[in-house]
């Protein structure tokens, strides 16, 4: 549809002979099917199986196309006043529609290359109620929404894996979206994953993309790869006599693919009494329901942020109201992290940087 309004409202218009215009047609409408192609390459329409130079230019191509269709819906409501008046409106020159399109096609090529980049870290500091002293100061980093892909391969996820080592962080943790494609699409590019290294290991959590791929075989794969998995299941971290209980769910989508779905209870069933809960939530939107049932700190991810200032405001209607960043719910801090990496079938950001995410945890001051 943005496509068809970019040809009718934004290409007829301009000076162009019909051969330019049936051209121009002919690209647009290509290029705004690319999850057609996508299917087609790979049978999923959330894993673009092409080199990675053109699964980019898809990209820039079609967020092009979604940012000119916005500017042109722009220009005509600009201009509804003065028809509706009977004026006519006003003629758009053609230099101001040229200018329209290098500037939407110039948005879409940064919003590219901010969303393909290895992402800078983020400092979070979280005030943890109860922590105990040995526990002051301890550091987790986060990754999320990797989606680990051929836009994402595995220099990508090599880059990932060398600067979150670098941070030589106590605790890693990754809140799902692992991956797009099967075990047998992507096994060398999740390969490097296996190279994370924290004092106190790697905790994971699935995602609804783990749901879209071989759940089970994933999960196995995943597991070999040096990393725990807590489907709906805690571990307790011990310095001296402190505890911190780190509790993980499924997805909210896993029910309808015929999987357990999200149980805080039996992810909490056993924990020791008492210890600060840290959850990991791939979703963030039954973050009230895990702030009643005691939880310090919840992560997530799934929003992407929101990818773009303006969109997240409609990402965050579909979350609960939650899309990026730290917010207080009912006395529990809940963070949403804006995604290591994204899904390949939208990969644009603007406004909303990617983020390594680096959580230091501080004890409350008595």
Known sequence: ?????????????????????????????????????????SGSVFTPEMPRAIVIAFNVGFGAIVLLAVFQLVSDLLRLPALLIGQGGFAVPAGVRYGMGLVALALAGVGGAQAARVPPVRDVDVTIPGLPAAFNGYTMVQLTDLHISRLFPARWTEAVVTRTNSLNPDLIVITGDFIDGSIAMRRADVAPLARLRATDGVLAIPGNHEYFFEYDGWMQHLAGLGMRMLPNAHAVLTRGDGQLVIAGVTDLSARA??????????????????????????????????????????????????????????????????????????????YVNNGTGLWPGFALRLGVPSELTRITLRAAQR
């Open 1 to 41: 549809m943005p496509s068809l309004f970019v040809l009718l409202r934004f290409v007829l218009p301009l000076p162009w002979s019909v051969t330019a215009k049936i051209l121009t047609a002919i690209v647009l409408l290509g290029v705004s099917q690319f999850h057609l192609w996508s299917r087609l390459s």
């Open 257 to 334: 693919t015929g999987h357990p779905a999200p149980d805080l209870a039996k992810a909490l069933a056993g924990a020791p009494v008492g210890a600060p809960i840290i959850l990991l939530d791939h979703q963030p939107r039954m973050a009230r329901t895990a702030a009643a049932r005691g939880v310090a700190l919840q992560l997530s991810g799934h929003t992407h942020g929101g990818m773009i200032v303006g969109l997240d405001r409609i990402v965050a209607r579909a979350n609960a109201g939650f899309v990026s960043g730290r917010y207080a719910v009912d006395g529990m801090t809940l």
